[in-house]
């Protein structure tokens, strides 16, 4: 049973430009929680969805950010418009019904 | 507004020894918690829960311990092993219609000495 995949691994953008980061859960897996870390911080919750279903964004930047997960295909976080301050690791985890979370290896996004 | 603290960016302790972290929260909410450990460009993998119902759980050399009174669990490692050297994250929920957002501490870098 693969694991979270996560990719891209590394993604370069510059200013202006959008980032895609793909999600795949592990197989069996109906829930998909996106968070962010900052360099020596910890993990910070933002968004929270299912199938085709957005349960909860509390911790997503009202603009610029969106998520989703269609009912085939990984989840999506698209950041539009990147700025310097978006570089971070963003990781994606998975669960079945209200368990444990496992975690995928996370996106690094640089911006230029 | 830190509701999961972890004080001690780091410890080092020897081989063969314990290792003890330490994690606070402040929301009385939470009901569930966890520790994972996280080594350098890679994802947190998960350690070990707890529930709020149980104030201890082990498995192998990892036991975790809660004290809902003073809202504070920790994580014992015991024997340690130069392998353990990680980065160790509590993370905390509190369970509403099923969702399980996870609150992080900051981290405790945690360095096993032969």
């Known amino acids: 049973n693969a694991g979270v995949m996560q990719n891209p691994r590394h993604l370069v953008r510059r200013r202006g430009q959008e980032a895609r980061l793909r999600c795949s859960p592990m197989?069996?897996?109906?829930?998909v929680y996106w968070y962010r870390q900052l360099p020596e911080e910890g993990l910070k919750f933002m968004v929270y969805l299912q199938k085709e279903n957005i349960i909860d964004e509390s911790g997503m930047p009202k603009e610029r950010f969106s998520a989703e997960f269609p009912k085939e295909g990984p989840s999506i976080l698209r950041i539009q418009q990147v700025v310097r301050g978006d570089s971070a690791a963003y990781f994606c985890?998975?669960?079945?019904?209200?368990?444990?979370?496992?975690f995928g290896p996370g996106t690094r996004l640089t911006v230029l | 507004d830190q509701q999961v603290k972890q004080n001690s960016p780091s410890l080092s302790v020897q081989e063969g020894r314990i290792s003890i972290l330490n994690c606070d929260y402040t929301n009385s909410m939470f009901d569930y918690f966890l520790w994972y450990k996280k080594y350098p460009a890679e994802g947190p993998t998960f350690l070990i829960s707890?529930?709020?119902?149980?104030d201890k759980n082990e498995d192998g050399r990892f036991t975790v311990f809660l004290n809902k009174s003073a809202k504070h669990l920790s994580l014992h490692i015991v024997p340690s092993q130069p392998g353990d050297s990680a980065v160790y994250f509590c993370?905390?929920?509190?369970?509403?219609?099923?969702?399980?957002?996870?609150?992080f501490g900051q981290g405790t870098r945690l360095t096993i000495n032969p």
């Open positions: 707890i529930s709020s119902i149980k």
């Open positions: 993370a905390a929920s509190e369970s509403i219609q099923g969702a399980q957002k996870l609150v």
């Open positions: 985890a998975s669960s079945p019904i209200t368990d444990t979370q496992y």
């Open positions: 197989k069996g897996h109906s829930h």
